[in-house]
């Protein structure tokens, strides 16, 4: 619960509430519990990035190069935050359609899943919530990482030299004793100073929140996608045992192969229209997932290799401990975030076309074939046309794209290390 909404307000159980991390979401306006503080939130967020890429350039025209670049990283670090937030917010209809297909399970077979299959599912599904909760925490864990260092690397600066960067700070209209250098008009006076510094504490907690929230949203929903096309397989997979035990809870009694053919072949269709329906809810949900990830993946991919080459560029031009002390964290977090993101889009690919290929691993074939061949046909259209996540059409997340970041980022380092 944020701001008094609770899991009545948004419609979802207190269960889903939990673990979907929707807190979590609300507190970085992803999803938003009330639209004032989204609005507030986002336009600190604006505020912050602006004021600190206006100091990055005013440190370069006076020839700090490594400040320069500290807050050009620290500015394309918010300008991806806010690319998040704005998506978010603007597919909010898709958030609440996702966590409501949560909250219902997504689909039920009824009496057409076996008990094996059954118990399968529920092992799997806790796996499932313990991957959510283990790739959420090691991001956290660098998040924490990160604000803590920029907003403690003021402070160590004064231990380690004594003194502030500047004799009197805010002369230029630039706070350098802030976490965050920015840039706030007339702040060579007390009341502007004051303002500005605070506001300049409060971001680095926007940024934190936000990439927090979108991973971990980004996550859960892969996470989901990924266990309904597992629940899929396995359906299809035992789609004679399923057909067995339906067939007995309507007739009261085991199918033998001597039974009623037409009764044992009407449940092998249930079974089978269960299975495509399933997968045509699969299919939509996807789609509204690419759709909702259509432009933050473009920023997490064409602000991906930027940001890691911008934090090895601060570490190399930089001989002040202050500002390199929280810059390993800020790489870790940005190269895990970058895989996070093209991990799951090559998994989420790799699944969509394996499902084709499941009705196979059945021994439907030897006495069922005439039944299964008209739905094993409708399976594998939907699954021999390629499901892949984009990046506003102009790549795929994958794993060598993760390879061609890392690429680019090494090249964008030599070239501008050659540059000074």
């Known amino acids: 619960m ?17 673990e979907e991390d929707i807190t979590l979401l609300q507190l970085a306006a992803l999803y938003p519990a009330n639209k004032y503080y989204a609005v507030v939130f986002f336009c600190f967020l604006l505020w912050g ?33 806010l690319v998040q937030i704005a998506a978010h917010n603007y597919y909010s209809a898709t958030l ?38 283990m790739f959420g925490r090691v991001f956290k864990v ?29 002369l230029n209209w630039i706070i350098y004793e802030a976490p965050l250098k920015v840039y706030v008009p007339y702040s060579d006076q007390w009341g502007p100073y004051l303002i500005g510094y605070a506001c300049a504490c409060i971001v680095p907690f926007e940024v934190g929140f936000a990439c927090s929230g979108s991973i971990s949203c980004f996550i859960r929903f892969s996470e989901e ?40 072949e009407h449940c092998l269709k249930e079974c089978m229209k269960c299975s495509v329906e399933h997968h045509l809810v699969i299919i939509q949900l996807f789609a509204d997932f690419r759709k909702l990830m259509h432009i933050p993946l473009f920023t997490v991919i064409f ?11 601060v570490i190399l031009t930089n001989d002040d401990p202050s500002v390199i002390l929280p810059i390993p964290f800020f790489v870790s977090a940005e190269l895990y975030y970058t895989y996070v993101y093209c991990g799951y889009g ?18 439907w074939y030897l006495t069922e074939a005439k039944v ?30 993760f390879g061609s970041i890392l690429r680019t980022a090494y090249s964008f380092s030599n070239v501008i290390l050659a540059r000074d």
Request: with cysteine.
């Open 303 to 313: 602000d991906g290799g930027a940001l890691i080459c911008l934090a090895v560029v």
């Open 96 to 133: 609440s359609k996702y966590f409501r297909k949560m909250d219902e399970n997504y689909y039920s077979y009824n009496d057409t899943m076996d008990d094996d299959s059954r118990k399968f599912i529920a092992d799997v599904a806790h796996e499932k919530k313990q991957r959510k909760l």
């Open 372 to 401: 299964i061949q008209p739905y094993l046909e409708i399976i594998r259209s939907y699954s021999f046309i390629p499901k892949e996540l984009s990046a506003l059409g102009f790549a795929t997340p994958n794993h060598q794209m």
């Open 346 to 363: 090559e998994r989420l690919t790799s699944a969509f076309s394996e499902v084709g290929y499941q009705l196979y691993l059945d021994d």
């Open 142 to 170: 660098l998040i924490v990482g990160c604000v803590g260092g920029v907003l403690i690397k003021s402070s160590a600066l004064h231990l380690i030299r004594g003194q502030g960067l500047k004799e009197v700070d805010g």
């Open 2 to 18: 944020v701001f008094g909404i609770t899991s009545d307000d948004v419609g979802l159980s207190r269960n889903t509430m939990i």
């Open 49 to 81: 990035t602006i004021g600190v890429a206006v100091s990055g350039f005013t440190c370069y025209s006076e020839g700090d190069i490594g400040f320069a670049f500290e807050c050009l990283h620290q500015s394309v670090v918010g300008a991806n935050m």
């Open 225 to 264: 996608l990924l266990h309904q096309i597992l629940v899929l397989n396995v359906g299809l997979r035992n789609t004679i045992k399923r057909a067995k035990h339906t067939y007995k809870v309507r007739y009261g009694r085991e199918y033998v192969g001597t039974d009623n053919k037409q009764e044992f």
